[in-house]
């Protein structure tokens, strides 16, 4: 029952749900939500880059994530406009510009629909390998930069007075996300990763009361997700990148009945 | 001029603006060890502005900062914790540095919330948490305690003990404190050095050398530099913490 191709989305999904655990608690701490979704829009201009240039998908859209990234700071420093303003002129202009490139693009075939929703199922092992290499490298220089970006999310003049790097911190945190949409785009499509990074993490707040423990509880939402999506969509035939989004939904109304009973406790 | 091995911190004409405004200029001073730097002022005179360039939070000021310690603890104004953080008061101690679970419960016990330990910092009141913000800032024993209205929000009996208290930690751990500080009796009695700040130093010296100076009897009224003598509370009991009152 189990086919090779299950197999592989499994582990894929697995790997990508590990890395989006600590990082989607970051986006929820730093409410960066809206930038994840801008960064993962732009990723479809790093798709049509990879199929003209022939390149690496992956490798492309980290390159064009971080840019858009790059471009952001810049417009945030040079213009009056407001952050969300200038999140929302970016996301929707690089999406634009991705399908205008792919309406000349005459002579390939995409699969617009794999783009936006991920087709987990035709991952290869070249695709597992950049996920399995890609992640944990991921999550090390997050270990590494983790004191710096935690104590600058709670307080920045604190961090930077104290010895702590928080500028340094917030840009490498930047590259990592363009690293995870990069190696995750495949998989859940560029609609649904920043679900991907806020729904485990958004469940895990609400049954956790130290920081540690909302990134333990956020891989494991993600893990189940992933792992519940996935046999859903086999069992029922369901799309499986929106099924492993829908699974984390479900998780997070359960935790939610967590809140209101403690909620009840303290009454 | 020889150089002071004692000096943690020296400004020199140093001054920060935003644009074309100036929030303060011109400002000299130096922190050395075991010394208490106060510095006093009206709303809006750039006391905060001057702890956060001795701090090396603002970079592109005017004039000069020495900074010759990295082991710095702060206590800012202004926090807000956000409370899409789950963070208990434990976490927060660790903040900036890792710290045996002794060196945390020591300096809780010291502020007197040792027993908020594992409460949710959304949940402590103002002046619990200026209280846990202190012990984080001494947890770490720096050589240099930069703390900007440390005791706002603290009850009358509690304030006087954490002034007590800082001086003490100046004492005992020979580290250099810089202070913003409303209360003036406070700063006249436990103070080394005294600057006046109005967008620029208007005098500076000792708590003495300052209360008979014309500018600031100008800035803060001839009463205030009438407070000269050190504050004496006289109270015939103590408060605990669980809230029983013990005689003397």
Redesign the interface.
Known sequence: MLDDFFIRALLAGLGVAIVTGPLGCFV??R?LSYFGDTLAHSALLGVTLAYTMEFNIAFSVFIISSLIALILIQLQKRTNLPGDALLGLLAHSSLAVGLVVIGFLTFIRFDIMGLLFGDILAVTIDDLLIIWVGGPLILLVLKLIW?SL??S???Y????????NPDRAKAIFTILMAGIIAISIKMVGLLLITGMLIIPAAMA?NI???????VVYSIIGGVLSVILGLFSSLEFNTPSGPSIIAAALFLFILSLLNIKQSIKLKN | MSTNQNILVKLKEAGFRINDKWLVKGVTLQIEKGKIVTLIGPNGSGKSTTA?IA???YKKIDGEVEKYT?????V?QK?S??W?????VN??MT???NLKAEAINEALSLTGVIHLKDK?LGDLSGGEFQRVLLARAIS?KPELL?LDEPVQGVDFTGEIALYELIKKISDELNCGILLISHDLHTVMSATDHVVCLNGHVCCSGTPIDVAKNNEYKALFGEQASQILTRYEHRHDHIHTIEGEIKKN
């Open positions: 929820i701490w409410r004191k935690f104590a999310t709670v307080n003049e604190l961090a930077e007075a104290e010895g702590l707040r956790s009361d130290s920081p540690q423990k909302m | 956060k701090l090396g939070i990295n082991k710095v603890g702060y800012p926090i914790v956000d899409t953080l789950p963070l208990r976490d927060f903040l900036t540095e949710n770490k930069v």
